[in-house]
């Protein structure tokens, strides 16, 4: 008796329209934009993003929170207090 439970291909599970519209989505020309300056400009200023964007951005998120507490603390709970009893 030959076993029942055989793996299935890409194929049988994935259907190849589904397969050439993920193709077709991650081909993405490269950005142009007309203009060398602008476009070596934009290389350096997105390439972290590529690489590294939860470095980036939970400091800076975390910075910016701290310092709306910081400045705003007090009418924050206020407000917050305000908002949770309904006005």
Known sequence: MKNQHRLKSKEEVVPDNIINEFRRINLIPPNNLHLNFLNMAYKYFTAPL????L???IPIAILITV???VFFGKLLVSLATYL???F
């Open 55 to 57: 470095k980036l951005f």
């Open 50 to 53: 590529k690489s590294w964007p």
């Open 84 to 86: 949770q009893y309904g």
């Open 67 to 69: 310092l709306i507490y």
